[in-house]
């Protein structure tokens, strides 16, 4: 007999308890004809992933808790498996809580926590010490959350030695790029190594600095898969899965992910009890078999990479509220990619552009942000900042005493660029999204309050060179051809605020840089490994320096979508005030 | 025999390996007279606390591990503990290094790991499982680190249990209104419960956002005070202990902080193993008594805030190398006391003030800022924005095609000021202090990149009623009679950007508006649970929207001083994607 699973793949909002709500009843009732012997929602679905400190607030905890019951109550006759927190004495659990009968059937308790990167789940959560088998008829299931099958051994080892065939996990796994080859290696490893069938269920949307991708799977003992859900879009799959069957012998891979963080895991397994839970027969009426599922075409890196992009702006700017967003177009290829971007994400009548330009700028940079506006269709305003800076100058030049104003007057230029972007954003209460990169906003080569004024920081976690990787994957794969011009591609990278200006004065070629970047930032390579590797060690040294130095500037950006595996916001946490300057 | 104890209360900076390494080299040296058996520095010493994912840093770890050894080997006749984080294999610890003859002789390495509020230790160390008792001669020494004698139970009792008459505490415990009272209680207390001596060592100076605010510690196991460290300096404690005095009954009180998140303690200390390290006798020659440490005044409430404020101001100017700051003086009172803190931290030749008015600037303002600079004797410069204000209504007339800017143009003043106060910085280097208090940061009534331009925040987390009680104690307390002068402290508080403008046309009057910012930052009550206390629904219901809504703003902010037990920034950590809404 088998087991008809549906694992519904939803786009919750943080906070949103009704609405989630509404999602997650509106999933089960377009089920129901189906006949799903278990419907199962993400982790932490019910508050949306991750609702930080709302966790300490107790009147948030117990209207998540209602709503827990409410969705129970409204589908007594579908088994559904959910995540949520919940409070037991003083103790917080991240919990799947099994729903049947219209109340509470069984409540599983995170084992593994999360603490590292972005995650701060030991800040919340106690970690549960059970490792229950619920048995449905002749299933055996195993339910899990996240981590807990991350970590070799732990929760998984224990459910399928004690008799699970089919493991459920629920997840909420944020993006980075090349992540989903490695979930799917581990959810394969797993299956084929505990000789189950492992479901693994994966939220998705953005929310604030996090995108979470979806991209569900379901493998089978023998390592085969038997169904994956879309990425970066609501999703359900439903399909039966066979208990009784004996899986092929499989050759398996050394284990993928031995991480420092989870050397200890003898000790977590020493604490973890195996428990078995019988929840009586499956008792249902014949239904229909299913259809199976076409398999699904897996983006390339580009491709994803800008989808995460845009559902990451999407999803900030719907789910704050915004009609409409604006842009500062520069005629640079970092404001165009921002812009098209955005006009994927909410179509162009939400768009609106401004260019500003200023005695610096060129005609090639105010034409290319002409032609970007017409070819996506969106608003365009042009607000020369000529007049403003005039007078600028002669308040500086009077409070400062000095004609001679060096950067301090490039600063000036962005800032009034950043005020006019806010002045819009005051009046018409739209959104003004950032245009910086992620090799600018590393070295500080960025204004605080000019072109970092802004609500949501689109590419701040781009390198230089993947802005010009994804311009061109999104020029080649269209809507539009080549919307972004060949001019703006073409042009030497410049912040156009000093006369004949280049960002190569400042700072190393993009290719040197984004290299070296990458090696502090996501590798955390001492300097003299780089030297050895052949960069030249001053470049190396100055380069460091700046990484540090501009921390300051990076604690007031604004935030901005994570694609990295190390992006700077809650996932790279340094001081400011840091003395270190490692040889 | 006597146990020498020497408890140095140093103010390191975070990640100067090399600095810290001499603050430390110069105490033992300074010392060396007084012939201590033990020289004691405060957790984490040699990196610094926090030094947050530095402690992710390969090279970093390597680098504070050789300052460590250096230490050993530059005083290899003193035994010296000292904290530091150390990498065995994989695992990180918070540990308290014992040093002797040039080496290490013996690790603890800390059990109770904080994790909530402003602290991650669980993000990058492993807990400790050993209790170890260190035996000199006579003595029986247990070793802790900060959080491990909070919790009931734990390290010291079974420290206690197993011989230990003399307990040390090596903390990095920060600041925060009223705490100093707790901790007394607190270490008081687990001296008379466990029979011991307990030395709490405290580490002192500013952090980013953080004051460490030292006044060490000394109770005997009668509950007598034998020595106290100051309070917001470096000081060091020399005291002998006599490991055989027989302790005088004394009652306890109950357990002063049963927390919910130490609700786990049991199965903590199922964990713990006690162990018995014996490092051999104490031989010395004789040596003089030690005079006896007459008792320090303790500061009033407002004293203590005021002196957090100083110390905070002070260390982040200095640590991060500025020589000079600036300020936008407005002629209210909350520019008014950040200038006297500044000025009180750096000396007033270090601090520089410019005054901006605009239109809606009254005399008295203007008055209120001049007599202040003259007061303090800091530099004032007048810089005028009509003109800029003047081209600003050009501009964005032109841009949103309308005559009525409204709350736009209020806007485009204080991020006039801001750009001025910001052309400053960049042209000589200093830093901006920025002026606003907790109750306007908590709703919002303030301008990104307007007056919330600036690079540290220093009364951020004081509460407008706060900010009137710290000036009025300054002003008693002197130096200088009322130095923020009495027209300032009289004044209707006014944005003053637009005709009459009060703070009381957008918000409830401060005394209300305060408690209700209390109720829902510092202890997470419920809207429905001021209403029945007597607050107004509406009111209610419109601040805590209001807190929600600006958590977007909060993140852009520059970090300031915590003194509340719950300040913005590391320590409430809320989404700014947030649809929660309690009823």
Redo the contacts between chains.
């Keep these: 007999m088998t087991l008809r699973l549906a694992l519904i793949q939803i786009n919750p909002?943080?906070?949103?308890?009704a609405?989630n709500q509404e999602l997650m009843d509106a999933a089960v009732r377009k089920l129901r004809d189906a006949q799903p012997d278990l419907v199962v929602f993400p982790e932490l679905a019910v508050t949306g992933y991750?609702?930080?400190?709302?966790l300490?607030?107790?009147?948030?905890l117990d209207?998540a808790s209602s709503a827990v019951d409410g969705l129970a109550r409204a589908h007594p006759e579908t088994r559904i498996l959910v995540g949520a927190p919940v409070l037991e004495?003083?103790?917080l659990y991240n919990a799947a809580i099994l729903l049947h009968r219209g109340s509470r059937a069984h409540t599983y308790r995170k084992c593994t926590l999360p603490?590292?990167g972005v995650f701060?789940e030991?800040?919340y959560f106690?970690p549960g010490r059970r490792c229950p088998v619920l048995r449905f008829g002749e299933h055996a299931i195993g339910v899990s959350i996240c981590e807990d099958i991350w970590v070799p051994g732990g929760v998984p080892k224990i459910q399928a030695e004690n008799g699970a065939t089919i493991l459920i996990n629920i997840s909420a796994s944020p993006y980075a790029a090349g992540k989903v080859e490695e979930r799917a290696r581990l959810v394969r490893h797993r299956a084929i190594e505990h000789g189950v069938t492992l479901a693994y269920l994966n939220i998705v949307g953005g929310?604030?600095e996090l995108v979470f991708d979806g991209g569900s799977l379901v493998y089978d003992a023998a390592g085969r898969l038997l169904a994956r859900g879309r990425r970066f879009c609501e999703d359900a799959i439903l399909l039966d899965i066979d208990s009784g069957s004996v899986p092929a012998e499989t050759a398996l891979d050394e284990e993928p992910f031995v991480q420092?963080r989870y050397?200890?895991i003898e000790e977590i397994e020493d604490e973890l009890r195996p428990e078995i839970v019988d929840l009586g027969s499956l008792d249902r009426a014949d239904r229909v078999a299913l259809e199976a599922r076409s398999p699904l075409e897996e983006p390339s890196y580009d491709e994803e990479v800008y989808r995460a992009l845009v559902l990451g702006t999407r999803?900030?700017v719907r789910?704050?509220q915004f009609r409409e967003v604006v842009i500062g177009l520069s005629g640079g290829i970092d404001s165009a990619l921002t812009a098209v971007i955005a006009s994927d994400a909410l179509g162009p009548k939400k768009v609106h552009a401004?260019t500003m330009p200023g005695p610096y700028t060129s005609e090639s940079s105010l034409a290319g942000a002409r032609a970007l506006a017409a070819n996506l269709g969106i608003s365009l305003?042009e607000?020369p900042?000529h007049?403003?800076l005039?007078?600028?100058r002669?308040?500086?030049v009077?409070?400062?005493q000095?004609e001679s104003?060096?950067?301090?007057e490039e600063?000036?230029q962005a800032?009034?660029r950043?005020?006019?972007l806010?002045?819009?954003s005051?009046?018409?209460g739209g959104l003004v999204l950032t245009t910086g990169n992620k090799s600018e906003v590393s070295v500080g080569y960025c204004t605080?309050?000019g072109d970092m004024?802004g609500?949501f920081a689109v590419i701040k976690d781009l390198p230089k060179l993947l802005v010009y990787r994804l311009a061109r994957w999104r020029n080649a794969a269209g809507p539009g051809t080549d919307v972004i011009p060949e001019d703006t591609l073409a042009r030497v990278p410049s912040a156009e605020l000093s006369p004949g200006q280049k960002d190569s004065d400042s700072l190393p070629p993009y290719p040197i840089l984004d290299q070296i970047l990458e090696a502090r930032i996501e590798h955390?390579e001492?300097p003299d490994a780089l030297v050895a590797r052949g960069f030249d060690a001053e470049t190396v040294r100055k380069v460091y320096a700046w990484i540090d130095r501009s921390e300051?500037k990076r604690?007031?950006?604004?935030?901005g979508i994570k694609i990295s595996t190390r992006a700077f916001g809650k996932d790279?946490?340094?001081?400011?005030?840091?003395?270190?300057?490692?040889a």
Tied chains: 1, 2.
Excluded at 56 to 60: D, I, L, T, V
Excluded at 405 to 408: A, I, K
Excluded at 572 to 582: F, K, L, V
């Design positions: 909002t943080v906070g949103d308890l609405g991750p609702p930080e400190d709302l300490g607030y107790r009147r948030f209207d004495g003083d103790r603490n590292y701060d030991k800040r106690e929310q604030d420092p050397e200890g999803d900030y789910k704050n401004i305003i607000a900042i007049d403003l005039v007078a600028y002669e308040s500086v009077r409070l400062l000095t104003l060096g950067v301090t600063n000036i800032r009034i950043g005020n006019l806010m002045a819009w005051n009046y018409h605080l309050y004024a609500g955390e001492p300051y604690r007031q950006a604004p935030p790279r946490r340094y001081p400011i005030t840091n003395r270190y300057r490692p």
